[in-house]
Nanobody, 123 residues
């Protein structure tokens, strides 16, 4: 059983930054691709960024490209999402997800999910 735990969410002003972390346990993290998603109230879950097992392949949604950076440290069994130039519309619950095999942007292909961390951006 794989467990993912997000941390680093909080309340910041527009223009600020946050760094989310995702700690993975239960299986070798280096065999898993990882993605970050978010869901705002009343909206569908949205893909943000994804990273392959050895960080060779990165994907970003257009809405966050240039502002968010995904990374991972397999030695620490952890993934990260650095978020800069935050906007009020970035307010949502942020989730990390993992899957064995090839990285993908499709949320329905991820096998394991964290519980989410709230990010709130004030104007």
């Amino acid at each position: 059983q794989v467990q993912l735990v997000e941390s680093g969410g909080g309340l910041v002003q527009a223009g600020g930054s946050l760094r989310l972390s995702c700690t993975v346990s239960g299986r070798t993290f280096s065999t898993q691709a990882m993605g970050w998603f978010r869901q705002a109230p009343g909206k569908e879950r949205e893909f943000l960024a994804a990273i392959s097992r050895r960080s060779a392949t990165l994907y970003y949604a257009d809405s966050v490209k240039g502002r968010f950076t995904i990374s991972r440290d397999n030695a620490k069994n952890a993934g990260y999402l650095q978020m800069n130039s935050l906007k009020p519309e970035d307010t949502a619950i942020y989730y990390c997800a993992a899957r064995e095999g090839v990285v993908t942007t499709r949320d329905n292909l991820y096998d394991y999910w964290g519980q989410g961390t709230q990010v709130t951006i004030s104007s």
